[in-house]
């Protein structure tokens, strides 16, 4: 039977899992993919973080080769962590349906760059990739898409834009039909044993090109497949020009259209491979096509390439040739690019770039970092060290008015680039900073490097029991698990110090005295791990737990000279200069104390 639910887009993936008789949903937490955990958790499907994306898929696979149906989720840079893996369960494919959700952040909206996933999946992975227009079709496209990595044995892929993954409707809830298989583990070396040896039965080629080989056989069957698929189809109409909507972008081509009120001949493609027929029967009526797809030219060239082989003669825009080549798509700019394609122009200058209000990047009123921020500020000062950083809520930490962290790229490089800042030959002290979640994802591996080849650096680890930028998602360094078992929570000081590093602990909110050990630590030699713990106060605060003792903290507006340090060079957003004097938000403020050891005329109090 069917019924409607308004849910997010996750809760959508989530619940095509659970009518998809998934058995195993693993995932790292990565904006804007998270609360696919959760919801599945919430379907009873076994669920877990697992300490990185790689690590997740790996599970999912696992599950997957005993015959069950199994998802990995992740966000684009999670992707990225798994192509090793990707590269290797592409030639031996999987059992069970195993579907990998690469939820992609066009804009850049919540991530440190913007990417397209379909390249490394689809291109370079030459795996198949589901690229949603709506909610309910992202429903209706993980459930095919665990039914076709069956019938494939291909991993088969889900790539939900943040339009998507964040944005609510209304779905098609249907009963589970699907009978789970029995669990079997069936033994087959030849297949799952990715290793250089001779295939005898395959006239001595090795077993790489063999499977490589059975890789590229299914592309056929998957073309086939992907031309009778609903979810691409063609829309006449009349009109000189043709219009190509991939994914998110069809949904906007239509906003367009009813804006427009005005029906445009529209081919509709969201899944890869292509279905050459449909994009050749399609074409061929056109002398212009426009293609609007997120992000980079995927479709675009593909399409180019299906003319240039059928010798068919149209001109092709899409990303690569008339609309910008960064940045999200939107109906304005699709708009925009209707109104160009038909009068024969460039896209104006104006439709290019698109203005995002400024705004200020900082820690939540009372975090700990920013009392860890301002006490390793004062340490590179005096010494002019140079601070590495990485992915977690510290990095605002790189902004006014710490400017700390010189380097942000992704999980887990602030240890080896601190160290090759050394290596390098830098002479003053290099620290890199990194969070509790992060140094579980991939900061452990880097610093077992760190130690190995004896780097004289300092690693501060911010600990606050959680990943708290994504959510607040459990890690090894929680008390519980995502399903709330509770379990000895690893210690990153005492792995640390098992791995040979010195290890020191602070307390955060105590800037004196986290000052005071940052300057000694830094003069020392080797490599030295300082871990700032202190709960995180947005999550913790809530359960009734924080790190400090509150208290009323007020301005002596007869000590206070309005000189502006507590805004300018600490900036907890409490704080504000009014009439020259600094004032307490005290509906804000949380008594964390902090900023008495702030002001050095002593008017906190
Ligand atoms: S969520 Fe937690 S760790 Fe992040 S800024 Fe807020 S208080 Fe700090
Ligand atoms: S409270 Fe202290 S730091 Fe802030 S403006 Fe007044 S004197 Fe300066
Ligand atoms: S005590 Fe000071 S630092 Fe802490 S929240 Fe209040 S104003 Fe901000």
Same mark, same amino acid.
């Given at each position: 039977?069917?019924?409607?639910?308004?849910?997010?887009?996750?809760?959508?993936?989530? #619940?095509?899992?659970?009518?998809? @008789?998934?058995?195993?949903?693993?995932?790292?937490?990565?904006?804007?993919?998270?609360?696919?955990? *959760?919801?599945?958790?919430?379907?009873?499907?076994?669920?877990?973080?697992?300490?990185?994306?790689?690590?997740?898929?790996?599970?999912?696979?696992?599950?997957?080769?005993?015959?069950?149906?199994?998802?990995?989720?992740?966000?684009?840079?999670?992707?990225?962590?798994?192509?090793?893996?990707?590269?290797?369960?592409?030639?031996?494919?999987?059992?069970?349906?195993?579907?990998?959700?690469?939820?992609? *952040?066009?804009?850049?909206?919540?991530?440190?760059?913007?990417? =397209?996933?379909?390249?490394?999946?689809?291109?370079?992975?030459?795996?198949?990739?589901? %690229?949603?227009?709506?909610?309910?079709?992202?429903?209706?496209?993980?459930?095919? &898409?665990?039914?076709?990595?069956?019938?494939?044995?291909?991993?088969? &892929?889900?790539?939900?834009?943040?339009?998507?993954?964040?944005?609510?409707?209304?779905?098609?809830?249907?009963?589970?039909?699907?009978?789970?298989?029995?669990?079997?583990?069936? +033994? %087959?070396?030849?297949?799952?044993?990715?290793?250089?040896?001779?295939?005898?039965?395959? @006239?001595?080629?090795?077993?790489?090109?063999?499977?490589?080989?059975?890789?590229?056989?299914?592309?056929?069957?998957?073309?086939?497949?992907? /031309?009778?698929?609903?979810?691409?189809?063609? /829309?006449?109409?009349?009109? !000189?020009?043709?219009?190509?909507?991939?994914?998110?972008?069809?949904?906007? #081509?239509?906003? &367009?259209?009813?804006?427009? =009120?005005?029906?445009?001949?529209?081919?509709?493609?969201?899944?890869?491979?292509?279905?050459?027929?449909?994009?050749?029967?399609?074409?061929? +009526?056109?002398?212009?096509?426009?293609?609007?797809?997120?992000?980079?030219?995927?479709?675009?060239?593909?399409?180019?390439?299906?003319?240039?082989?059928?010798?068919?003669?149209?001109?092709?825009?899409?990303?690569?040739?008339?609309?910008?080549? !960064?940045?999200?798509?939107?109906?304005? #700019?699709?708009?925009? &690019?209707?109104?160009?394609?038909?009068? +024969?122009?460039?896209?104006?200058?104006?439709?290019?770039?698109?203005?995002?209000?400024?705004?200020?990047?900082?820690?939540?009123?009372?975090?700990?970092?920013?009392?860890?921020?301002?006490?390793?500020?004062?340490?590179?000062?005096?010494?002019?060290?140079?601070?590495?950083?990485?992915?977690?809520?510290?990095?605002?930490?790189?902004?006014?008015?710490?400017?700390?962290?010189?380097?942000?790229?992704?999980?887990?490089?602030?240890?080896?680039?601190?160290?090759?800042?050394?290596?390098?030959?830098?002479?003053?002290?290099?620290?890199?900073?990194?969070? =509790?979640?992060?140094?579980?994802?991939?900061?452990?591996?880097?610093?077992?490097?760190?130690?190995?080849?004896?780097?004289?650096?300092?690693?501060?680890?911010? *600990?606050?029991?959680?990943?708290?930028?994504?959510?607040?998602?459990?890690?090894?360094?929680?008390?519980?698990?995502?399903? @709330? /078992?509770?379990?000895?929570?690893?210690?990153?000081?005492?792995?640390?110090?098992?791995?040979?590093?010195?290890?020191?602990?602070?307390?955060?909110?105590?800037?004196?005295?986290?000052?005071?050990?940052?300057? !000694?630590?830094?003069?020392?030699?080797?490599?030295?791990?300082?871990?700032?713990?202190?709960?995180?106060? #947005?999550?913790?605060?809530?359960?009734?737990?924080?790190?400090? !003792?509150?208290?009323?903290?007020?301005? *002596?507006?007869?000590?206070?000279?309005?000189?502006?340090?507590?805004?300018? %060079?600490?900036?907890?957003?409490?704080?504000?200069?009014?009439?020259?004097?600094?004032?307490? =938000?005290? %509906?804000?403020? +949380?008594?964390?104390?902090?900023?008495?050891?702030?002001?050095?005329?002593?008017?906190?109090?």
């Amino acid at each position: 039977m069917s019924t409607k639910e308004f849910v997010m887009g996750n809760e959508a993936i989530a #619940l095509a899992a659970k009518e998809a @008789g998934v058995s195993v949903v693993a995932g790292y937490p990565g904006t804007p993919a998270s609360e696919i955990i *959760d919801a599945s958790l919430s379907h009873g499907i076994y669920a877990e973080w697992s300490t990185n994306e790689k690590h997740a898929f790996e599970v999912a696979t696992g599950a997957s080769l005993c015959n069950q149906r199994a998802m990995a989720v992740m966000k684009h840079n999670g992707t990225n962590v798994v192509t090793d893996f990707l590269m290797h369960v592409n030639f031996t494919g999987v059992r069970g349906g195993l579907v990998l959700i690469s939820a992609d *952040d066009p804009g850049g909206n919540s991530s440190q760059n913007e990417e =397209d996933t379909r390249i490394l999946i689809h291109n370079y992975a030459h795996l198949p990739v589901f %690229d949603p227009s709506s909610i309910q079709e992202a429903k209706e496209m993980t459930k095919k &898409a665990f039914e076709l990595s069956e019938q494939t044995e291909l991993v088969f &892929a889900l790539r939900p834009v943040m339009r998507i993954c964040h944005a609510r409707g209304i779905v098609e809830k249907e009963d589970v039909t699907y009978q789970k298989k029995p669990v079997e583990f069936k +033994n %087959d070396r030849s297949r799952f044993v990715m290793s250089a040896v001779v295939e005898k039965e395959h @006239g001595g080629v090795l077993r790489p090109i063999i499977r490589h080989r059975w890789l590229n056989q299914k592309q056929n069957e998957l073309k086939e497949i992907m /031309e009778n698929l609903p979810f691409n189809h063609i /829309e006449k109409a009349d009109g !000189e020009v043709g219009y190509v909507g991939c994914g998110i972008g069809y949904s906007y #081509l239509k906003e &367009a259209e009813s804006i427009l =009120d005005k029906k445009l001949p529209v081919l509709k493609l969201t899944t890869l491979p292509l279905p050459e027929k449909k994009v050749i029967e399609f074409v061929s +009526n056109y002398k212009k096509i426009v293609i609007f797809e997120e992000l980079e030219p995927v479709v675009e060239n593909l399409i180019k390439g299906i003319c240039y082989d059928k010798g068919i003669q149209v001109e092709i825009l899409g990303r690569k040739t008339f609309l910008p080549a !960064e940045g999200e798509l939107s109906t304005g #700019l699709i708009l925009k &690019a209707i109104e160009s394609a038909e009068a +024969n122009k460039a896209m104006p200058k104006e439709a290019q770039s698109t203005y995002i209000p400024a705004r200020v990047r900082t820690q939540c009123v009372g975090c700990s970092h920013r009392g860890l921020l301002y006490a390793l500020k004062s340490v590179v000062r005096r010494t002019g060290a140079v601070v590495t950083g990485d992915i977690g809520c510290h990095d605002a930490g790189s902004f006014q008015p710490m400017n700390l962290q010189s380097t942000i790229y992704c999980m887990g490089s602030s240890i080896p680039m601190a160290y090759g800042i050394k290596a390098g030959g830098y002479e003053k002290p290099v620290i890199a900073m990194i969070g =509790d979640s992060t140094f579980f994802h991939n900061g452990l591996t880097g610093l077992a490097s760190a130690i190995f080849n004896k780097a004289n650096i300092t690693v501060i680890i911010a *600990d606050n029991s959680t990943t708290a930028m994504t959510g607040f998602q459990p890690h090894p360094g929680s008390e519980t698990n995502v399903r @709330g /078992e509770q379990f000895q929570a690893i210690d990153p000081a005492s792995v640390a110090a098992v791995m040979g590093a010195k290890t020191y602990i602070c307390n955060p909110y105590n800037v004196e005295e986290t000052k005071k050990l940052l300057a !000694e630590v830094v003069k020392e030699e080797g490599v030295k791990v300082v871990i700032a713990r202190a709960l995180c106060y #947005l999550k913790f605060s809530r359960e009734g737990r924080v790190s400090f !003792e509150a208290r009323k903290v007020t301005v *002596d507006h007869e000590v206070c000279n309005g000189c502006k340090i507590c805004v300018s %060079d600490f900036g907890c957003p409490a704080i504000t200069i009014v009439d020259g004097k600094a004032r307490i =938000d005290q %509906d804000s403020c +949380n008594g964390c104390g902090v900023c008495v050891s702030v002001c050095a005329r002593g008017a906190m109090k």
